[in-house]
């Protein structure tokens, strides 16, 4: 089971970029999928997620408007993105793809987990 970030990088406020996560090992097409961060001395949070069939999304307040998840179920895997516009330096923090059993809630109860990508704002 593997879940691969990519896409982070460095931008400047105001700016954007787009996460991706590409899931293979196993089948996530039934999965919900998530997003989460963790900047430096904070804990992780939740960021965003979407289920199996994208009509059920859920955003942490800090990023609803500036942010949109999406995802695409391929036959032999699972894409996961998130879109990441009017970015703002407390954007700045290691972003995580995760996927999970559970169909609810969204925002919690991840058992599987990738590596991160580093995404940081400059001001």
């Known amino acids: 089971v593997q879940l691969q970030a990519s896409g982070g990088g460095l931008v400047q406020t105001g700016g954007s970029l787009r996460l991706s996560c590409a899931a293979s090992g196993r089948t996530f097409s039934n999965n919900v999928m998530g997003w989460f961060r963790q900047a430096p001395d904070k804990e992780r949070e939740f960021v965003a997620a979407i289920n199996w069939s994208s009509s059920s999304t859920s955003y942490a307040d800090s990023v609803k408007g500036r942010f949109t998840i999406s995802r695409d179920n391929a036959k032999n895997s699972v894409s996961v993105y998130l879109q990441m516009n009017s970015l703002k330096p407390e954007d700045t923090a290691v972003y995580y793809c995760?996927?999970?059993?559970?169909?609810?809630?969204?925002?919690?109860?991840?058992?599987?987990w990738g590596q991160g990508t580093q995404v940081t704002v400059s001001s």
């Open positions: 995760a996927a999970k059993s559970s169909i609810s809630p969204l925002n919690r109860g991840y058992n599987y």
